[in-house]
T-cell receptor
């Protein structure tokens, strides 16, 4: 089945810094989602982005399906951005999750 | 209530107990999912229901028994669990199968 890999596994930032999280997938995908898991375990939808670029406030995402990767950009990071960021890709019928990037933002 | 809700949020149960997890979606979606998230492991899909029919059973032990009485409700019945079943159990829904999924807050289960 499809493999979804995320990098880096851990990221520590000071408030105000920018960051780029990467998601690589091993096969063609039907769609791709980015989630933020907060410290209480809730998975919050960030982007549904099978291809192209989307922006939502300080966050934006780009998926290049032909090259099998997606990027999540976080600008001017805040302490509330801390948590784990997951990408997940659909291959046939299943949404396959990566192992996540754990982000810690310090004031 | 909006989105996807789950109850209870926390559950501690002994290995001989029987309990049920409940999920309700208020989004008018047609597909619902159960996932398991263990420490330091990726989310694992357990079950998929589409239009109230089970369409996926991902080699889950029979001590986990799902039920989908209608398109808005999903249950996970638990019996004779093992300590390694302790995890965060997440419910999700989507408009159609393979669509964008929305998750509930999860039930954190501890088996003693």
């Amino acid at each position: 089945g499809i493999q979804v890999e995320q990098s880096p596994p851990d990221l520590i930032l000071q408030e105000g810094a920018n960051s780029t999280l990467r998601c690589n997938f091993s096969d063609s995908v039907n769609n791709l989602q980015w989630f933020h898991q907060n410290p209480w375990g809730q998975l919050i939808n960030l982007f549904y982005i099978p291809s192209g670029t989307k922006q939502n406030g300080r966050l934006s995402a780009t998926t290049v399906a032909t090259e099998r990767y997606s990027l999540l950009y976080i600008s001017s990071s805040q302490t509330t951005d801390s948590g784990v960021y997951f990408c997940a890709a659909y291959n046939t019928d299943k949404l396959i999750f990566g192992t996540g990037t754990r982000l810690q933002v310090f004031p | 209530e909006t989105g996807v809700t789950q109850t209870p949020r926390h559950l501690v149960m002994g290995m001989t107990n029987k309990k049920s997890l409940k999920c309700e979606q208020h989004l008018g979606h047609n597909a619902m999912y159960w996932y398991k998230q263990s420490a330091k492991k990726p989310l694992e899909l357990m079950f998929v229901y589409s239009l109230e029919e089970r369409v996926e059973n991902n080699s889950v032990p029979s001590r986990f028994s799902p039920e989908c009485p209608n398109s808005s409700h999903l249950f996970l019945h638990l019996h004779t669990l093992q300590p390694e079943d302790s995890a965060l159990y997440l419910c999700a829904s989507s408009q159609e199968r393979r669509g964008e999924q929305y998750f509930g807050p999860g039930t954190r289960l501890t088996v003693t």
